[in-house]
Structure formats: C-alpha cells, structure tokens
C-alpha cells in the first residue's frame, strides 16, 4: 500500500466505540431532562452490534446518558406492517387450501402458546381482545396507539413526508399538565401522547413508569416521575415498575438487533435496577401481556415448571445417573415483544408459502447457458426450480442478480430487483440494462416505485430480487413476504460480511443458518486491490496489498485533532489532485456520530472548508451535503437546495425532496461524513476511513469489512488506533443478535419433504 504524495505510509482503523449503559441510579432524585430522539442518527446510536444486555450511547459520551434512539413515530415498516393486517385472512385461507399446510410456532407451549393463539385471534378479529381476562381492570394499558389499518396511499415521488402522527392539543396538554406535576420536562408532552395515544395523561396518571414508552426515558428518569406523582404509594417491586422495566429492556433490546431476549439476562438486569423478585416481575410482565414467552429446545415433560427448575441456578434433584435415562436437552426461554414474534412468525410462514407454491413453468436452460459467468449461471439454474433462493458474495457478485433479471425479463417474466439505497439501485438498474428493472426497497413497499399492487393487494411481479438482503430487519421482510403473491420467486442476495440490519432482526443470516431453502455462493471475487484488501477482511486477516495506482493508502495520525486536519485534506486537496475525483465523490467514513473526529467535528470541519456559510436554513446552507433520515434505518444522501415556509429543499438522488420545518433538526444532518451503519448499501468513487485512537473499543470485523469496502477506485485510511484495527478484524467478529426465525425456518418443511 502507498502513500499519496507528500503523505507517509502507514496502517488502518474503526467506527465510534460503543459505551456501556452507566449503573442504574435508581433512587435519582427525579426525572433528568430526556431529549427527543434524531431519527438521523437514530440507527448508529442503537448500536445494532452492541452487547446483548447493554445499553449504549454516544462513543465519545456525545449526548445525554439516557438518550434511547428510537423515533417517536413509526417506522414505514411498522406502518406497512399495521396495513397489511388485513390481507391476513386472505393469505389464511390461501394456505389452508394448500396441501400439507405449514404450522408455525409448533415449538410453543404452556404460556407461550396461550398467549400466542390470543394475539392472532385478536389479530383476525375473531375474538375481541378484552376476552382473554378475567375482567376489564386486568387488560394491560395500551403501550402505544395501533396504527389505522387502511393501505397506505401511494405518496408523490417527489415527496418523503412523516407518518403523520400528530397528537390533537387537548391531549398534548394534558399530558403536559400531568408531567409538570411530576417534576417532569413539559418538552416530553408531544412525544408521549405519540406512543401512548389520546389517552396519555390518564394512563400517565395511574402507571406513571408507562414513561419509559418515551423514547428518550431512562428508568431512573421514570422513578423520580413515579415518586413526585404516587408518593410513598410505589416502591422498586411494584408491578407497574417491573412490568415497564421489562418492556423497556426488551425495546431496548431491538434497537440493537435481537427480537428476543434471554429470560436470565432479563431477569439480570432487573435485579441490577433493585427488583428484589426478578423471577416474579418476569412472570408478571407475561401474565400483564407485556411480553411474550418462548421456549427454544426439547420442551421438559412440565413446561409449566420451566421458571421453577430454573430458580436459584440448582440442577434437578435425580441426576442422569441415578435415573439411568438420558437428560432431556436443555430449554432456552425467551421473552419477546409482540410486535417481533408475530413478524417473525408471519415472516416464516410466508417464505414457506414462496417456497411450497413454485411451479416450474418457463423454460429457463438458453437463459442459463447465455449467462455471463459460471456463478450467474448456476443462479438462474437455481431460481427457475425454486421459490426462494439465497445468494451470497461480494460487489463484483451483484452482477449475477442483473443477470437473473435480465433473463427471466427476456423469457417475459415482470422481474424486478429492489436495493437497499438510491445508489444500489442506480447501479442494478446500470447492470441490467433497463431503468425501469431496479427500485429501491422502501419506494416499492411505499406504492412509489415498482409495478404497484393488484386487486388482491400483491405486487404484481413474477421475480424479485432483494439485494442487500442483510439489511432487512424482521418487520419489513415481513412485509415484503406478505405482499408477495404464491407462485412469486424471491431471492435474497447479498454480502453475509457487512453490518446488518439497523432494525431488529437478522433476516437473511437466518435464512442461511436455517438452510431452508438452495443457496448459491458466488464464486466471483472482488477485483484490484480495494477487493483483495476487503476479501481478506471478511476471512479475518488484515493483509497488505499492492498498490502500484495507489489504490489504497494510510494516512498514520498521532490524535484526533491531526486526524480531522488531515481529513479535510485529503478530501479537498490530494484525492482530488491525485485521481480526478472531485470532493462531492468522496465519502468519509468515521465510527460514529460524537468525540472530536466524529460525524459531527469531521461534518463542521469539512463545511467550513467545501461549502462555509452561516447556515441560515437551520444550519444548512444551498450546496451543503446531507444525510436525510425519513424513516429509521433509512439513511438518503442529498444536497440542500433551497429553503422556504415548507421547510429544507433537498435533492435526493436526482428526486426533489422536501423536509418540514419541524422535522428538519431530527431528520436531516451533514452529509461529507457519514457512520458505517449509514454508508452500508451505497459505494462512492473514493472513501476516506477515520479511524482516531479513541474509536478503537468501536471497531469489529464487520464493521471494517463495510467501511472499507464502500470506495470503488480508491481508500484512503486516516489511522490512529494501532494494533487495534488487525485485533478486531481477527478477533472480533459481528456481534450476535438472538433472533427465532432461524428455529421457525428449520421447522418448515421444504418441497421435497412434503412431497
């Protein structure tokens, strides 16, 4: 590897470490002021990667200790998911005609399955939810407002407007009055009527920890809102606390990826914020509705007794020895969010449903033997005899699904392929040859891109192909899959290396653990030295390669002052003199949003010498870079354009998109650098990687495979973190998220099982 010239030789680096969650203070003397989450930093600050029963924050201590990520409004998947709701009856009766139907959920019993079989029967409207307790008094209060469950309208292009979710002021300000009665800020009245609905202030006012459904709340925030409204009427175990504590955990749980969690780490972290029963408050969460209850494994011969063989960590009285039988295997209990399990559950039915419905009708061998490469070929073979297919590889192995498509639209087939990024689908719709072949992921679920839906509701396709399949968290596969008519091929491709999803779930690590359905491994490798630097990566070994072009270059700086400095030079001066490639072509890639060369210090540093101005349009200027976040999860780079009484004019791939005045400080940010997480599905001409000394508890395996791998003619590394960089690419692989589709998907019979 090379220097650029007048630059020193040198080694390579990471993202913004991700903090641990501070000791629960639990007896604080009251609420801390909670700030609103920025839905576009939202999806780093969750840290999907981060530990299991961690909390994390900013990596440079940016931001307030309790600030939780999450957007007080809905995601489009969890809307799309609410409208979907009534295609399920239909989908229902489609598999029940089916031969040899799929029973998911098979694993459940005991509680589980009760509670279960009652959320779907809700969910159906066979029976109205109240039915399932004993009274009306022990319904659990809602946690947050259900969405209208009509199909969404099919937005202008040109627009990305917010689910409108606007509280009426009656209810903004009652919940205002209640919260200055507790000592807490006025500022959270808008946000909590959000999740909590109309009906806030009342619910606020009898289960005052029904805060913690703020985004933003931290328990100890809770307590001290509790205290100054209930007095000497609450205490650590009251059931309202323990019962809130344990949906908070698990909310927090999803932001960074699991859709399930261990019941003994829950039951650990309650005891870490003064529960004195952890056991009890679980049980009770369960009974209360607020989660639901799994068990993964061989179920014992009392399902019932799985806490009580569990309790104080003691084994079984008879020993396997003493009863000459073999121990039954052992039986993980998770806890869940509703949410999660049913679209985990509608998830795997659906993909059954794909893989048990295809039919083999066009011929396919001419398509396969024109294909462009051995890996293309075996692909297209692979598709045309299957209803779900997965593909893995690298860049160079995207062209294999635009061959794909381009066959099956050259056998008459309404193919499509749908990307994770504008840019993605920029590039797809390049490969294939056809603009109209390529979408993006959010436009066709929106109705603002692809072919539209039938009078059944599906999408009127034959094939799809999602690349950048791991970018899919659960809710929105799950409603992919559902808008999929029986008889549709899907294909899921994408690099099993980079960071995955910035929601909850692993979609398509699961679908290729679970073995389910053929996969095709391409056997394509990433060309130059980019390629051979990355490829190495994604085995574990961080290798040096020749660069004769200059291809890749490390820039060694001793601080994160130097760093940002050298930065800005890079992509202002050298990169631009040294290749042709103008400043707005080269993405920096940092390891998070706050320290000294983080997103922030790198974004002002970066205008100030790019684009200075006094940033009179809420910061931004006419020409600034920006990072639009309609939605969380969903980064969309753009270039401020104008500003007027609607609100922040923006330029999204070629697509005008206006931002309301209100949601611009939230949803919009400096673009010239971005986060790992954001850059994921989107490639430049050139990329700098920051890498400052402070970033290295940050650094993982996956997360330099993604940074790394974003430029397409050249890398530049700004490196500061020193052995640190090699150690997390050999030693710190992705952090594992637990998920159940993987255990639903090894339950679904394949075709020829059935057969």
Same mark, same amino acid.
Not at 16 to 21: K, L, N, R, W, Y
Not at 423 to 452: C, I, K, Q
């Given at each position: ?78 809307? &799309? ?32 399955? @009760? ?36 199909? +969404?309208?099919? $937005? ?5 407007? $917010? ?6 002021? &009656? ?19 808008? +946000? ?9 202030? &009342? ?18 925030? *809770? ?114 969010? @509703? ?142 899959? &559902?808008?999929?008519? @029986? ?36 056997? =394509? ?56 490639? #103008? ?30 101005? #006094? ?14 976040? +309609? ?102 692989? *992705? ?14 019979? =394949? ?5």
């Amino acid at each position: 590897m090379t220097a650029l010239p007048g630059e020193t030789p040198g080694t390579v680096g990471t993202d913004t470490p991700q903090g641990a969650e501070p000791p629960a203070a639990t007896d604080a003397e009251g609420p801390a002021h909670a700030e609103a989450p920025d839905a576009a930093e939202a999806e780093d600050e969750a840290g999907p990667e981060a530990e299991v029963a961690g909390e994390t924050g900013d990596a440079a201590g940016d931001g307030p200790a309790g600030e939780a990520p999450a957007a007080a409004v809905l995601s489009e998947a969890q809307a &799309e998911l609410a409208a979907q709701r009534e295609l399920r009856e239909k989908i229902a009766k489609r598999k029940a005609e089916k031969e040899g139907p799929v029973a998911a959920g098979t694993k459940l019993s005991g509680t589980a399955a @009760d509670l279960l079989a009652a959320v779907r029967a809700v969910e159906s409207g066979e029976k109205a939810g109240a039915e399932f307790y004993d009274s009306p008094a022990a319904a659990p209060a809602p946690r947050r407002a259900a969405p209208a469950p009509a199909q +969404p309208p099919r $937005p202008a292009p040109a627009q990305a407007a $917010p689910v409108d979710r606007t509280a009426s002021p &009656e209810a903004v300000d009652a919940v205002r009055a209640v919260l200055t009665e507790g000592g807490a800020p006025e500022a959270l009245a808008a +946000p909590a009527t959000g999740p909590l609905g109309e009906q806030a202030a &009342e619910l606020l006012r009898a289960d005052p920890w029904q805060l913690l459904a703020v985004p933003g709340v931290r328990p100890e925030q *809770a307590d001290g809102f509790a205290r100054a409204l209930l007095g000497a009427a609450c205490g650590p175990d009251d059931e309202r606390r323990t019962a809130a504590l344990v949906g908070w955990l698990l909310e927090r749980a999803a932001l960074q990826g699991h859709t399930a969690l261990d019941a003994e780490a829950v039951r650990a972290a309650l005891a870490e914020r003064a529960v004195s029963d952890p056991e009890e408050a679980v049980r009770n969460a369960v009974e209360e509705g607020v989660a639901l209850v799994f068990q993964e494994g061989t179920d014992p011969t009392e399902p019932d007794a799985v806490y009580e063989d569990e309790e104080d960590g003691e084994a079984p009285a008879e020993t396997e020895a003493e009863t000459g039988t073999e121990a039954p295997e052992p039986v993980q209990v998770l806890l869940g969010l @509703d949410r999660y399990a049913l679209a985990e559950e509608s998830l795997a039915d659906g993909l059954a449903r794909l893989m048990n419905a295809c039919e083999k009708g066009a011929d396919w061998a001419e398509a396969a033997a024109a294909a462009p490469s051995p890996s293309a070929a075996e692909l297209i073979r692979t598709a045309a005899t299957a209803g779900l297919v997965a593909h893995s590889g690298g860049e160079a192995a995207r062209a294999e699904p635009a061959a794909l498509i381009a066959a099956a639209r050259g056998l008459g087939l309404r193919a499509l392929g749908a990307t994770h990024s504008a840019d993605g689908r920029r590039r797809l719709a390049d490969a294939v040859g056809a603009p109209d072949a390529a979408v993006t992921l959010a436009g066709l679920l929106s109705g603002a891109e692809g072919p539209g839906r039938d009078e059944d509701g599906a999408l009127a396709l034959d094939l799809l192909v999602v690349l950048d399949a791991p970018q899919l968290d659960v809710e929105g596969a799950a409603v992919l899959v &559902e808008a999929l008519a @029986d008889g549709v091929r899907l294909v899921l491709s994408g690099d099993p290396g980079v960071l995955g999803s910035a929601g909850a779930g692993r979609v398509f690590a699961d679908v290729l653990a679970a073995r389910a359905c053929p996969q095709v491994v391409s056997r =394509t490798p990433d060309p130059g030295p980019i390629g051979e630097l990355v490829s190495g990566i994604g085995i574990g070994e961080l290798t040096q390669v020749e660069a004769p072009g200059k291809e890749v270059v490390i820039v060694p700086v001793r601080d994160a002052g130097e760093a940002v400095h050298r930065t800005v030079q890079l992509v202002a001066d050298s990169v631009p003199r040294a290749f042709s490639i #103008p400043a707005a072509d080269t993405q920096v890639i940092t390891v998070g949003h706050g320290g000294a060369a983080g997103t922030r210090a790198l974004n002002e540093a970066l205008k100030q010498r790019l684009n200075p101005g #006094p940033g009179r349009f809420g910061g931004f200027d006419p020409g600034d870079r920006v990072i639009h976040v +309609p939605a969380p999860g969903r980064a969309v780079p753009g270039v401020v354009r104008s500003a007027d009484a609607e609100g922040l004019h923006l330029e999204c791939g070629g697509v005008p998109v206006v931002v309301p005045q209100e949601r611009v400080e939230s949803a919009v940010r400096h673009g010239w650098a971005l986060s790992a997480h954001q850059a994921a599905g989107m490639r430049w001409p050139a990329a700098v990687v920051v890498l400052p000394g402070d970033a290295a508890a940050g650094l993982s395996r996956p997360w330099v495979y993604t940074a790394f791998g974003r430029g397409e003619r050249h890398l530049s590394v700004v490196h500061g973190v020193d052995q640190a960089l090699p150690h997390a690419v050999a030693q710190i692989p *992705a952090q594992e998220r637990t998920t159940r589709l993987r255990a639903l998907l090894e339950a679904v019979p =394949t075709p020829d099982a059935a057969s």
